[in-house]
Nanobody, 126 residues
Framework: QVQLVESGGGLVQAGDSLRLSCAASGITSSRSVRGWFRQAPGKEREFVAAIRWNFGYRDYADSVKGRFTISRDMVKNTWDLQMNSLKPDDTAVYFC???????????????????WGQGTQVTVSS
């Protein structure tokens, strides 16, 4: 049984930093993609960042490029999202997600992801 558990959300001020972490159990395949999505109130869930587990290739949404960094710890089977220079527009529930398979590339559509965490709230005040 696959389980993803996020941690690290909270309330910060604009310009601050925050680090989210996702711990996975039940996923052993290196041919997988692990990532982050977010959903703000009244908006659809959107892709934030993801990493191809075996090669370390990363991709980001344009809105977070240069501010957010996704990283992985292959020993602990965790992946983090370091969020710097946070803006009020970054306020959302953040979900970690994963899908298995593929050889290259990273999917950005949420329906491609098989596994999801429960979400963690990130609130950025102005």
């Amino acid at each position: 049984q696959v389980q993803l558990v996020e941690s690290g959300g909270g309330l910060v001020q604009a310009g601050d930093s925050l680090r989210l972490s996702c711990a996975a159990s039940g996923i052993t395949s290196s041919r997988s993609v692990r990532g982050w999505f977010r959903q703000a109130p009244g908006k659809e869930r959107e892709f934030v960042a993801a990493i191809r587990w075996n090669f370390g290739y990363r991709d980001y949404a344009d809105s977070v490029k240069g501010r957010f960094t996704i990283s992985r710890d292959m020993v602990k089977n965790t992946w983090d999202l370091q969020m710097n220079s946070l803006k009020p527009d970054d306020t959302a529930v953040y979900f970690c997600a994963a899908y298995l398979g593929g050889i290259s590339g990273i999917a950005k559509a949420d329906h491609e992801y098989h596994y999801w965490g429960q979400g963690t709230q990130v609130t950025v005040s102005s």
